[in-house]
């Protein structure tokens, strides 16, 4: 046998005897492993699940780890690129520093040139400082002749008071009482015979007066009756309002003169703006400089009060008992008992030169004036008031007649006082008309227009008492609150006289 075979077969038989060993070795520790397991069955179960608990403890750690790396690298990702910012920015600063430094050298250099430019300039303006004190000076000196000046005007403003539009109402309901209860006891009571029978008298007495109620086509009757009354009543409210807004409520500026002092005063309202302090001490001025005192306007009031009361007495004397009863109009003529009427009429005349004077001085902010039916003082959209003894309306008609001037605050634009109207579809006015159509000896043509177009407005009403000779009736009477409240209701249209 050869030495390599003889090699080949020991390998062999160790190969053998090795697998041999290593099976039986096997065998035998799957036999140990089987007795093991069947021993202690309960501990290795708890062994296997003790492993699971650990490889999936050990699976979330590994994903924990994961997302740290992840976590690490984006924060690496984000430190880089903010480091390349901040180096960018760092070039960026540094190239404007640069361009910083270059301009403020430049602007250094022209501070330099503008300081010098200053200082010249400095010395200019020192020149010119002392220039100006001297202006000042001047100026201190002008200011104390503008504040002599100032004093001057307060002297000439210093008798005028703000207006107290509540105070001035009720004044003006307090003459409008003395108003109304002097007219009803000149013109209520019954008239005597001797009036009665002299027709002619009366007659010519209305043609002298020249008025027809709201333009009505009928005279005031020489009867005694209610009706003739009332509008007896109507035509001397009107004739004495008239009067009083031609005479007395008229500006005062120069009291020597009514037309002087419109006219002054039209050039007042056309220079100066409505509600400016210029027109506010020019008003005073006038007022002071020729009224030196109020009482000095109030007894030229009084002369103007008088002759408009005189003007009364020769309109109204015909158509009352204490008429001089001749009808040519004139005063103080006959029995001479028109003197009784002027007597008679004299308080009322009185204290409407009082009102005026009253609102003259205390119109320091605002100027008062009378406001009449038709006139061009009547503001647009003007409401008057009505008085219930006449009768109410039964639309507001486009004609009126005055019976007590209201009163318009200029300025402002506002109304002070409504005043009143008798309006062409009161009660006493249709009567009368009627009356007058049944006793007229010939037909005449129906007037065309009679109570015009209506504003769609309610005419507010005034309630007097009205007594008709004895014993006397009267209506309930408002208050000078409630008159007030009501006195801004009425409105739209014109008067109808003559």
């Not at 009322?348 to 320091?364: C, D, R």
């Not at 159509?437 to 005034?462: H, K, M, Y």
Request: charged share 25%; aromatic share 6%; glycine share 6%.
């Amino acid at each position: 046998m050869s030495p390599v075979s003889s090699a080949t077969t020991i390998k062999q038989q160790y190969e053998h005897t090795q697998v041999q060993f290593s099976m039986q070795t096997l065998v035998q520790r799957i036999n140990d492993l089987t007795a093991y397991l069947g021993a202690h069955a309960d501990g290795v179960e708890t062994v296997i699940q003790d492993h699971d608990k650990l490889v999936r403890k050990n699976e979330r750690r590994k994903q924990l780890m994961k997302e740290k790396d992840n976590k690490i690298q984006a924060l690496q990702e984000t430190v880089t690129s903010n480091l390349t910012s901040y180096e960018r920015r760092h070039a960026s600063f540094l190239h404007e520093k640069a361009d910083l430094t270059a301009r403020h050298s430049l602007e250094t250099a022209k501070l330099q040139a503008e300081l010098a430019e200053w200082k010249r300039k400095s010395a200019q303006l020192t020149q010119e400082v002392d220039k100006a004190k001297n202006d000042a000076e001047l100026a201190k000196t002008q200011l104390d002749v503008a504040v002599q000046t100032l004093a001057q005007w307060e002297q000439y403003t210093s008798h005028m008071q703000p207006l107290d539009r509540d105070k001035m109402v009720s004044r003006i309901d307090e003459f409008f009482d003395i108003f109304n209860k002097t007219i009803q006891a000149c013109f209520i009571p019954d008239l005597s015979a001797d009036i009665l029978v002299k027709r002619d008298v009366w007659s010519n007495g209305l043609k002298q007066l020249g008025i027809q109620i709201c333009d009505m086509p009928f005279e005031i009757p020489p009867l005694n009756t209610k009706l003739a009354k009332l509008l007896r009543v109507a035509a001397a409210m009107h004739v004495i309002s008239s009067e009083l807004t031609t005479h007395v409520f008229q500006p005062c500026y120069i009291p020597g003169s009514t037309d002087q002092s419109a006219t002054l005063q039209q050039m007042m309202r056309s220079r100066f703006e409505a509600g400016s302090k210029q027109r506010q001490l020019m008003r005073a001025f006038w007022l002071g400089s020729n009224s030196k005192t109020q009482e000095e306007l109030g007894r030229v009031m009084h002369e103007r009060s008088l002759t408009a009361r005189d003007m009364v007495v020769r309109k109204l004397s015909f158509m009352c008992n204490d008429g001089d009863g001749d009808g040519d109009g004139s005063s103080g003529s006959g029995s001479g008992s028109s003197t009784g009427l002027a007597s008679r009429l004299e308080e009322m005349f009185t204290e409407a030169a009082k009102l005026w004077t009253s609102m003259q001085y205390s119109s320091g902010d605002d100027e008062v004036q009378a406001v009449v039916c038709g006139n061009d003082s009547e503001p647009s959209g003007w409401k008057w008031e009505y008085l219930d003894y006449f009768g109410q309306p039964l639309d507001l008609p486009n004609r009126k007649l005055l019976l007590f001037p209201g009163f318009n605050l200029v300025d402002s634009g506002a109304a002070l006082y409504a005043g009143n109207a008798l309006f062409t579809d009161q009660k006493c006015v249709v009567d009368a008309e009627s009356e007058y159509r049944r006793n007229a000896p010939t037909p005449r043509a129906e007037r065309s227009n009679r109570t015009g177009s209506s504003s769609g407005l309610s005419p507010t009403i005034r309630r007097l008492s009205l007594s008709f000779g004895s014993p006397s009736t009267s209506t309930s009477t408002s208050s000078p609150q409630e008159l007030k409240s009501k006195s801004s209701e009425v409105n739209d249209a014109i008067v109808r006289t003559k």
